[in-house]
């Protein structure tokens, strides 16, 4: 029985070997799945990204589909498109008059007589656009400039009233200004009067019965 006994001593080193061996295999494999399985989300976190995913599309194709297709319509040879913006004849687009201008032709300064005689001229001013130039003519409208001419587009004529006629008169002068240069002539015509007051009234006696 002695020959037998170094046979089953190797036999058992080999099986311990191999024992041992199958535990590294097992815990290799075992480590591997951890690895793949940690690296890898679970099936809810896949389905939350992929439902996240194809809301996120679907409200991109929403967004495009509800927007209305404009569409303009064709302009044939004779069909001018719609205007736009401000409209003709209002607004600071709107066109000028052409050729010189009256922007006012006014008194300045009316008038006054009084019983004594005395009295407070007349002051006009005017003011031009596109002209180079003003004549006045008093109580002769149809002679253009008969009192005197200007030169620029602004001025001013101080004009005396005689006030003689009595107490109770009226005086009245025609003013006629009109452009010089610039093209067609423009004109402005105004008329100013001035009244002389009247006699104080002559207080009648009273009698006593």
Not at 43 to 63: F, S, V, Y
Not at 166 to 192: A, C, D, F, K
Request: charged share 15%.
């Amino acid at each position: 029985m002695e020959p037998h006994q170094p046979i089953r001593t190797t036999d058992r080193r080999l099986t311990l070997a191999l024992v041992f061996l199958g535990v590294l295999a097992l815990l290799s494999a075992v480590a591997a799945i951890a690895i793949v399985v940690l690296d890898r989300p679970d099936g809810r976190q896949q389905q939350i990204a992929r439902d996240r995913a194809g809301t996120g599309a679907r409200a991109d194709l929403g967004d495009i589909s509800s927007t209305p297709a404009v569409s303009q319509p064709p302009i044939g040879d004779n069909q001018a498109p719609a205007a736009t913006g401000t409209p003709a004849g209002g607004g600071d687009h709107a066109p000028k008059p052409a050729g010189p201008q009256i922007v006012y032709f006014r008194v300045q300064q009316q008038p006054r007589c009084d019983t004594a005689g005395n009295h407070t001229p007349a002051t006009v001013q005017w003011k031009l656009s596109g002209a180079t130039g003003a004549a006045l003519s008093v109580d002769n409208p149809g002679l253009v400039g008969s009192y005197r001419s200007y030169t620029g587009t602004t001025g001013t004529e101080t004009l005396n009233f005689s006030c003689g006629g009595g107490p109770g008169s009226t005086e009245t002068h025609v003013y006629t200004l009109y452009t010089v240069g610039g093209g067609q002539q423009r004109s402005r015509t105004i008329n100013v009067s001035a009244t002389v007051p009247g006699a104080p009234p002559i207080p009648t006696a009273s009698t006593t019965p």
